[in-house]
């Protein structure tokens, strides 16, 4: 196999580790796909996530707007309304994501078997 | 945004989870990138990745030949030399590892700006 640099395989890392942390975690992933398929006011959100809880979802999905992956718009109306969308930008993801399933997909023949 | 369907969505879920488990873990993508730099050998390895105990670069070995991504040869020689090899398969990851890399790279820029 050929040998691959050290400085070239290193400087992976970083931005490797980055992509990870914005969707490795266990919930990101859920919850971006929730928005994507137009949930948009909290409860729905987390009613369409088995086992999220309230707290939980509150943080990633600060989390998720520190990232620009999603928008929290206060709407004015009475009762206040919050709405949360998926952003342009985290669609940027979807390409990441198919690499991942792809790959997965590949794997589970690689390990079990046509 | 367009929508997504629900059940398009779902169904990436666990294969995008079984690739994150295979690479998605702290030191996985260290030894790999080990390997493929030319590191076979136990010692070589561990002294290439700064801070990881014997025992657990001994239980990432044994996970990563299950998972067919590196081969454990034991030498026919005086002193048994054991060498560690990354597999043809294991190069497969590469284009993951590149998505998720140039994806790294672009949100640094889109999060911090240029």
Request: charged share 35%; net charge positive.
């Given at each position: 196999?050929?040998?691959?640099?050290?400085?070239?395989?290193?400087?992976?890392?970083?931005?490797?580790?980055?992509?990870?942390?914005?969707i490795?975690?266990?919930?990101?992933?859920?919850?971006l796909?929730?928005?994507?398929?137009?949930?948009?006011?909290?409860?729905?959100?987390?009613?369409?996530?088995?086992?999220?809880?309230?707290?939980?979802?509150?943080?990633?999905?600060?989390?998720?707007?520190?990232?620009?992956?999603?928008?929290?718009?206060?709407?004015?109306?009475?009762?206040?309304?919050?709405?949360?969308?998926?952003?342009?930008?985290s669609k940027t993801l979807r390409?990441v994501i198919?690499?991942?399933?792809?790959?997965?997909?590949?794997?589970?023949?690689?390990?079990?078997?046509?």
């Amino acid at each position: 196999m050929k040998k691959v640099e050290h400085k070239e395989c290193l400087s992976a890392l970083l931005p490797v580790r980055d992509t990870l942390d914005v969707i490795g975690g266990k919930w990101k992933f859920l919850i971006l796909i929730s928005l994507w398929e137009g949930n948009h006011r909290f409860r729905e959100i987390e009613r369409s996530i088995p086992k999220i809880s309230s707290k939980v979802l509150a943080k990633e999905l600060k989390d998720m707007e520190e990232h620009h992956l999603i928008t929290r718009t206060v709407k004015d109306e009475y009762p206040v309304q919050i709405e949360y969308s998926a952003t342009e930008y985290s669609k940027t993801l979807r390409r990441v994501i198919t690499e991942l399933r792809d790959w997965g997909v590949n794997h589970r023949k690689e390990i079990f078997g046509q």
